[in-house]
């Protein structure tokens, strides 16, 4: 089993920053995978970005490829999300999910078997 437990939400002011953790317990990584999604009132639970936990490969969704930054820290089973550029849509409730067994950087939710409990973000205009 895995517990994921996500930190750092908050509300922010467009155009600014803020950096989401999410610390993994219950076993290791090593040739899996994490992922951010969120999502919004209404709306489906949508894909922002993934890295492979060993060579920190990664995949973002286009609408925040360049703003945002998926990393992981090994040692600590710790991912992170670094939101810049922070805009109204990116209002969401953002979740952690984790695939442990296999390396993937899909954007489908049925492919982690793992998920936190979210956190949330929103950002004012």
């Known amino acids: 089993q895995v517990q994921l437990v996500e930190s750092g939400g908050g509300l922010v002011q467009a155009g600014g920053s803020l950096r989401l953790s999410c610390a993994a317990s219950g076993r290791t990584f090593n040739g899996g995978s994490m992922a951010w999604f969120r999502q919004a009132p209404g709306n489906e639970r949508e894909f922002v970005a993934a890295i492979g936990w060993r060579g920190g490969t990664t995949n973002y969704a286009d609408s925040v490829r360049g703003r945002f930054t998926i990393s992981r820290d090994g040692g600590a089973n710790t991912v992170y999300l670094q939101m810049n550029s922070l805009k109204p849509e990116d209002t969401a409730v953002y979740y952690c999910?984790?695939?442990?067994?296999?390396?993937?950087?899909?954007?489908?939710?049925?492919?982690?078997?793992?998920w936190g409990q979210g956190t949330q973000v929103t950002v004012s205009s």
């Open positions: 999910a984790a695939q442990p067994t296999y390396f993937t950087l899909s954007p489908f939710v049925r492919v982690y078997d793992y």
